[in-house]
């Protein structure tokens, strides 16, 4: 029988998975936590910019894993941040795109130039196809503490009583 969660990080795990698959593993020359190189490629794909770009399910498919192993990844907080940084990099970057791109960056350094407005806009649109989707989060107070005074609340949050709960809404 296999576990529904992998313990370490809470995720969904698929039935042929184990906690070890696809592991980050800690670099000590860097002090960083990397990505196992299938995962690596993914992100790669994910933030390419040209035609060549693949489906989550036609990746998934050239890769042996299911789009749900992809979804998994997505959560991931350490997935996310390097997702947001190659993303970055291969926007701005120095191996950044085509010559168009690379004009259009120039343009875009300079404010004063007539066609700041549309560069800019142009890269920000590009940055924003390759950037991890932002992942809303709502909060609410529940009544009991809308009607409580500053006073109360700190009475209250002195106690040591625990006044925040995290999770799906």
Not at 61 to 66: D, E, F, G, L, S
Not at 80 to 106: F, N
């Amino acid at each position: 029988m296999v576990p529904p969660m992998d313990g370490v990080h809470g995720v969904d795990m698929e039935a042929d998975e184990t906690s070890n698959d696809f592991r980050w593993t800690y670099n000590s020359a860097t002090g960083e936590e990397e990505p196992h190189p299938l995962i690596h490629q993914y992100l790669e794909n994910l933030t390419s910019i040209g035609h060549d770009r693949l489906s989550d399910k036609e990746w998934a498919a050239r890769n042996n894993i299911t789009d749900r192993t992809l979804r998994r990844w997505k959560k991931d907080e350490r997935f996310r941040k390097l997702w947001a940084k190659m993303a970055d990099e291969s926007v701005l970057g120095p191996d950044a795109l085509s010559p168009i791109y690379q004009a259009a960056l120039k343009i875009a350094a300079d404010p004063d130039h007539p066609k700041w407005d549309a560069a800019s806009k142009m890269i920000l649109s590009l940055a924003d196809k390759v950037r991890p989707p932002q992942i809303q989060v709502t909060v609410t107070a529940e009544d009991r503490f809308q009607s409580m005074s500053d006073e109360q609340l700190q009475a209250y949050l002195a106690q040591g009583k625990n006044v925040l709960e995290i999770g799906p809404a």
